[in-house]
Nanobody, 122 residues
Framework: QVQLVESGGGLVQAGGSLRLSCAASGRTFSSYAMGWFRQAPGKERVFVARINWSGDSTIYADSAKGRFTISRDNAKNTAYLQMNSLKPEDTAVYYC?????WGIGYTEYYYWGQGTQVTVSS
């Protein structure tokens, strides 16, 4: 079992940056691929980025490419999402999630954090 806790959300102006963290409990963090998803009010939860267990393979949604960077530190049991050049449309609750699978669909992720709010003002 893995418990995930996100942090680092907040209010930022358009063009600004935030770094989200996802702290995992347990000793098997490095066994899981980690993903970041987001959900805006009234919308479905959508994929943002994914990183494999070792950190050498990443996948990004088109909306995140060139602006967001996913990373992980297995020694610290933590995954990160660095978000630059933020836009108002990035406003959402951001969730981290863990999976032993290979996909990016949210149904493939077993463990979820509680989410952290990101609000980008124009």
């Amino acid at each position: 079992q893995v418990q995930l806790v996100e942090s680092g959300g907040g209010l930022v102006q358009a063009g600004g940056s935030l770094r989200l963290s996802c702290a995992a409990s347990g000793r098997t963090f490095s066994s899981y691929a980690m993903g970041w998803f987001r959900q805006a009010p009234g919308k479905e939860r959508v994929f943002v980025a994914r990183i494999n267990w070792s950190g050498d393979s990443t996948i990004y949604a088109d909306s995140a490419k060139g602006r967001f960077t996913i990373s992980r530190d297995n020694a610290k049991n933590t995954a990160y999402l660095q978000m630059n050049s933020l836009k108002p449309e990035d406003t959402a609750v951001y969730y981290c999630a863990a999976t032993t699978g290979w996909g990016i669909g949210y149904t493939e992720y077993y463990y979820w954090g509680q989410g952290t709010q990101v609000t980008v003002s124009s």
